[in-house]
């Protein structure tokens, strides 16, 4: 499954190196400087300063503490309910799991001793598949993980209800309903759609890879949809357990991006209510569906995954050049990652130590412990442009388009405001857990520098004329767009 995220989750364990995202997580710290410094202007040119310096207009500002927020959302709504019910929730769940997970197990093992004197025997592998599933005692093993697997399903089932409750309580905390947030969904939806059919080629360099056209089937098969996120391979919530991660995440496998209710609150508090701040958060996780990692189509063997990174091949090409290899930009590899893991684990391990240790993050933060220990060593490119780094950048191309569709609409006077509240989680990206923090430092080879980000954004062309910039001198670092050559 590939699980890409614009800010990166904490709760669940990848199986592979290169999916060692699903473990950090992207916060906003609460910013320094004045709120006056937002619209100051250059006095030599009288253009607005955040053509010049967007990082600092966009994060040297105070920022809502989302932290805070949050934690008053989850209590006003234990109030309404009475209790904690997600809590209660996640533990039949846990539960649940576990009973799974071992009825499995032993059904592993049952049919492990039932074909091994069949397989020695030379008995084609059909015959005993067919053998297996006309065994008595296979049979009650199978009829009991289904059993298992159907009181999971509705137990998770009861969790996505009060998931929808507890959204719909966020909503209406700032005069929204869930109509409205349907409606924004479908907007952007239309809008990366849009980008897609104006920037991505028609033909592709070999006939077997995908094309526009297929980038543009596939987008609109996706859907959307406020959730804790439960992935059942690894038996956690990746929103967590009451789904206040700060988050949303692309699931490949469900062709579903998923927003976790802490994103709402961040975007709402953090834009005084308005939901425009989701946006370009949306619009990258659509990206992804269709960031360069393949396109799945329907094809004579019934779906086929079609490379498709040559589509981004010049854009990547491009940041490389000009950004990624320069040492000031602070892209980080996964061996700079590694570095910093193997020096500030012994504090996190006792660190994590003093908390109590059955609660649900005492047990998520031992798990991700045990994982970047046992990945440490496999964490060894000095690639500052690895696979996953190039998926986040080609998505963040589609946030780029997407604030810029939604400005063509916005009276002069309101575009400034609006993309400071569109990068709440972009300012000094720090894990959402304090411990993580400790951990990671500012490291994440995952995802591109967060001053990068912000000021690859405020490069975008329709971005800067939108504003009032002026456009980008031959000698200023260039925006790099899907195309041949660079603006």
């Known amino acids: 499954m590939r699980w890409l995220s614009l800010i990166v989750i904490t709760y669940s364990i990848p199986t592979f190196a290169s999916d060692w995202n699903d473990l950090l997580h992207e916060f906003s710290r609460i910013g320094s400087g004045q709120a006056g410094q937002v619209c100051s202007q250059n006095t030599a040119d009288s253009t607005p300063l955040i053509c010049s310096k967007p990082y600092e207009v966009i994060c040297h500002r105070p920022q809502p503490d989302l932290q805070a927020e949050t934690k008053q959302t989850f209590q006003r709504?234990?109030?309404?309910?009475?209790?904690?019910?997600?809590?209660?929730?996640?533990?039949?769940?846990?539960?649940?799991?576990?009973?799974?997970?071992?009825?499995?197990?032993?059904?592993?093992?049952?049919?492990?001793?039932?074909?091994?004197?069949?397989?020695?025997?030379?008995?084609?592998?059909?015959?005993?598949?067919?053998?297996?599933?006309?065994?008595?005692?296979?049979?009650?093993?199978?009829?009991?993980?289904?059993?298992?697997q159907s009181e999971l399903d509705a137990l998770?089932?009861?969790?996505?209800?009060?998931?929808?409750?507890?959204?719909?309580?966020?909503?209406?905390?700032?005069?929204?309903?869930?109509?409205?947030?349907?409606?924004?969904?479908?907007?952007?939806?239309?809008?990366?759609?849009?980008?897609?059919?104006?920037?991505?080629?028609d033909t592709a360099p070999n006939p077997d890879w995908a094309k526009k056209g297929d980038a543009v089937r596939f987008l609109k098969t996706v859907k959307i949809v406020v959730t804790s996120a439960y992935d059942h391979n690894y038996g956690q919530f990746r929103c967590g357990y009451n789904g206040l991660t700060i988050n949303a995440s692309y699931n490949s496998e469900e062709r579903v991006v998923q927003v976790c209710p802490g994103m709402l609150i961040a975007a709402l508090a953090n834009s005084g209510g308005s939901l425009e701040s989701l946006g370009g958060v949306l619009a990258h996780e659509f990206g992804h569906s269709i960031d360069g990692r393949g396109i799945t189509t329907p094809c004579d063997s019934g779906e086929c995954n079609l490379s498709f990174d040559y589509a981004y091949r010049t854009f990547l090409d491009c940041i490389q050049k000009h950004y990624a290899s320069d040492p000031s930009q602070n892209f980080v590899s996964d061996a700079d990652f590694a570095a910093r893991l193997k020096k500030s684990m012994p504090e996190f391990e006792q660190a994590c130590a003093k908390l109590p240790p059955d609660s649900p993050r005492a047990r998520q933060l031992a798990a991700m412990a045990q994982w970047f220990k046992q990945n440490a060593d496999s964490l060894s490119s000095s690639d500052k442009m690895g696979n996953q780094k190039r998926s986040e950048l080609a998505a963040d191309f589609y946030f780029a388009n997407e604030l810029a569709d939604q400005m063509q609409s916005m009276p002069k006077e309101k575009r400034i405001s609006f993309i400071q509240r569109a990068f709440p989680m972009f300012c000094n990206s720090t894990a959402l857990d304090p411990l993580l923090e400790k951990l990671m430092g500012d490291s994440d080879p995952a995802h591109p520098p967060s001053r990068f980000r912000i000021e690859q954004a405020l490069r975008h062309p329709e971005i800067r004329q939108l504003l009032g910039c002026a456009p980008l001198k031959s000698n200023e670092q260039p925006w790099c767009p899907l195309a041949s050559k660079s603006h």
């Open 156 to 201: 998770l089932k009861k969790h996505d209800a009060l998931i929808a409750e507890l959204t719909r309580q966020i909503l209406a905390q700032y005069q929204k309903t869930p109509e409205d947030l349907q409606k924004l969904f479908d907007q952007i939806k239309a809008s990366v759609i849009r980008s897609a059919d104006k920037y991505l080629p």
């Open 77 to 148: 709504f234990q109030k309404k309910m009475g209790s904690d019910p997600l809590k209660a929730s996640f533990e039949a769940i846990s539960s649940a799991q576990e009973k799974f997970n071992q009825s499995e197990h032993t059904y592993s093992d049952a049919w492990s001793q039932f074909r091994e004197p069949l397989d020695a025997q030379g008995i084609p592998d059909q015959e005993v598949q067919s053998k297996g599933a006309a065994d008595p005692k296979l049979q009650l093993l199978k009829k009991e993980i289904d059993q298992r």
